[in-house]
């Protein structure tokens, strides 16, 4: 990692600002390591789980930011083996070294250019985390990172680890984190988690709920929620790499959501904290699934700023709807709730993933983990949702009809959505359909018989009423 550390610095050198840098973040690093209790020669120890594209980048960024005080912390990230590089993406590869002076000259000095060659020649298969160790995510072939230390064997990667942050879908968060609890039964303290993921599962049964990615590892791992925060936007990974400014929050517990914001923060990458871990979970789960339908409407109008902004409005008032069904006061959309929407629903992958289904350049066929692109979450978070809120014994009343019905029969487009990608029923352009039906009500309506608190059940997320 030497090279990183003389870059770094010569880059810093370069605007003359070395020494305030150096300072501000040391000082940082030091105020965390006294709050967690570490000893002197004893590094804090940083481990990234999962290596897709927002994984990757936070973990390159830790290690941009510390990484070269390695006498005060390990930062490492943790991928499975075995992942191939095909050769169409290889040869993607070399041309995107060759395309950046900086890159191509670090893989020279450290004598790993020839193998990018040969793979590029079909004479050598590369794998995942292989290129990881280089810079590269399999995820983000288009942005380069900086070198990191990878582990391949989880138990090597966490068993010590004191901030543990959890980059998987949200689909493989539980059967992971349940792997790393055998590992961590011989501690005395639990680490720190900081979960990345969006996403959230259904629980059906006598007592439906929704299970966030925060509960599955309390669940899986027994480390308690207070050491369990989420980390989210609006900000797109490849963009905060590239030093576009972002803004994110870390939500829940006061004694951790402070300290490591300011850890984390960054002159183009605020970070600010908040306590509402539950709606800003959640609407990390539903940003993806209105996503999707984002990007169906944008392809199918010819991204017709009128439909997109109409498809906006109501989207939007089911999150409403949703979260004020699982959390008594949530906080509203709005501000950095509703720009993370806003970007998700713009320019994030799953948006990506509906524009190309309605385009026919994908198919549902193809599964829900794109090359180049990892897992679309919202796909499984669409079937959780609905499941979820088809549930007749969560039944509401219904403000016109004036009878009971099930919580989805208020969300035509999560409705619409299901239809599409889970049960196959239409093609993509049902969405224009559900978005242009006369019956559709006003947007404000749905928010207004949300904001009651009518329709609150606190045993949506296993919460005692």
């Known amino acids: 990692?030497?090279?990183?550390?003389?870059?770094?610095?010569?880059?810093?050198?370069?605007?003359?600002?070395?020494?305030?840098?150096?300072?501000?973040?040391e000082e940082k690093l030091d105020e965390l390591r006294c709050f967690m209790g570490k000893s002197e020669g004893d590094p804090l120890r940083i481990v990234g789980v999962g290596a897709g594209a927002w994984g990757s980048v936070f973990a390159a960024m830790l290690q941009d930011s510390y990484g070269h005080l390695r006498e005060k912390v390990l930062i490492r990230i943790w991928r499975r083996p075995g992942r191939s590089v095909d050769k169409a993406t290889a040869e993607h590869l070399f041309e995107v070294i060759n395309s950046r002076e900086d890159v191509l000259r670090r893989l020279i000095r450290r004598c790993a250019y020839l193998k990018y060659v040969e793979a590029r020649l079909g004479d050598r298969t590369l794998f995942a985390d292989e290129i990881l160790k280089d810079g590269f995510c399999l995820n983000m072939i288009d942005t380069p990172?900086?070198?990191?230390?990878?582990?391949?064997?989880?138990?090597?990667?966490?068993?010590?680890?004191?901030?543990?942050?959890?980059?998987?879908?949200?689909?493989?968060?539980?059967?992971?984190?349940?792997?790393?609890?055998?590992?961590?039964?011989?501690?005395?303290?639990?680490?720190?988690?900081?979960?990345?993921?969006?996403?959230?599962?259904?629980?059906?049964?006598?007592e439906p709920r929704v299970i966030t990615p925060t509960q599955m590892i309390n669940r899986a791992t027994g480390?308690?929620?207070?050491?369990?925060?989420?980390?989210?936007?609006?900000?797109?990974?490849?963009?905060?790499?590239?030093?576009?400014?972002?803004?994110?929050?870390?939500?829940?517990?006061?004694?951790?959501?402070?300290?490591?914001?300011?850890?984390?923060?960054?002159?183009?990458?605020?970070?600010?904290?908040?306590?509402?871990?539950?709606?800003?979970?959640?609407?990390g789960g539903l940003k993806n699934v209105y996503a999707i339908g984002a990007g169906m409407v944008a392809a199918l109008t010819k991204e017709s700023a009128t439909s997109k902004a109409v498809y906006f409005a109501h989207c939007t008032s089911e999150m409403i709807f949703i979260t004020h069904l699982l959390a008594e006061n949530p906080e509203k959309l709005a501000g950095p709730l509703l720009a993370d929407t806003y970007v998700t629903l713009l320019k994030g992958r799953n948006a990506w993933y509906g524009q190309k289904l309605a385009s026919g350049e994908l198919n549902l066929d193809m599964g829900d983990n794109i090359k180049g692109k990892g897992m679309i979450q919202g796909v499984s978070a669409v079937k959780a949702f609905y499941e979820l809120l088809s549930e007749s014994c969560l039944s509401v009343l219904h403000p016109e009809e004036k009878k009971p019905v099930a919580p989805v029969e208020l969300c035509p487009i999560l409705k619409k959505l299901y239809k599409i990608l889970i049960l196959r029923d239409f093609p993509p352009e049902a969405i224009l359909q559900a978005l242009r039906d006369e019956s559709m009500n006003d947007p404000r309506d749905r928010i207004e018989i949300a904001q009651t608190h009518a329709f609150y059940r606190p045993s949506l997320l296993g919460q005692q009423p």
């Open 1 to 25: 990692m030497q090279e990183t550390s003389e870059e770094m610095t010569h880059s810093v050198y370069s605007n003359g600002s070395m020494q305030s840098i150096n300072g501000s973040l």
């Open 145 to 206: 990172l900086c070198p990191m230390k990878v582990v391949t064997n989880l138990q090597e990667a966490v068993w010590d680890a004191d901030i543990v942050v959890n980059g998987l879908p949200s689909p493989e968060t539980h059967q992971v984190f349940e792997e790393i609890s055998r590992y961590w039964k011989e501690r005395i303290t639990m680490p720190v988690i900081i979960s990345l993921a969006k996403g959230v599962e259904a629980e059906l049964g006598t």
């Open 223 to 283: 480390v308690p929620l207070e050491n369990i925060l989420y980390l989210g936007g609006p900000n797109i990974a490849s963009e905060i790499y590239n030093k576009e400014y972002g803004n994110a929050r870390i939500c829940g517990s006061a004694k951790w959501r402070k300290p490591l914001a300011k850890f984390l923060r960054q002159p183009h990458f605020i970070v600010w904290d908040n306590g509402d871990l539950v709606t800003h979970e959640v609407m």
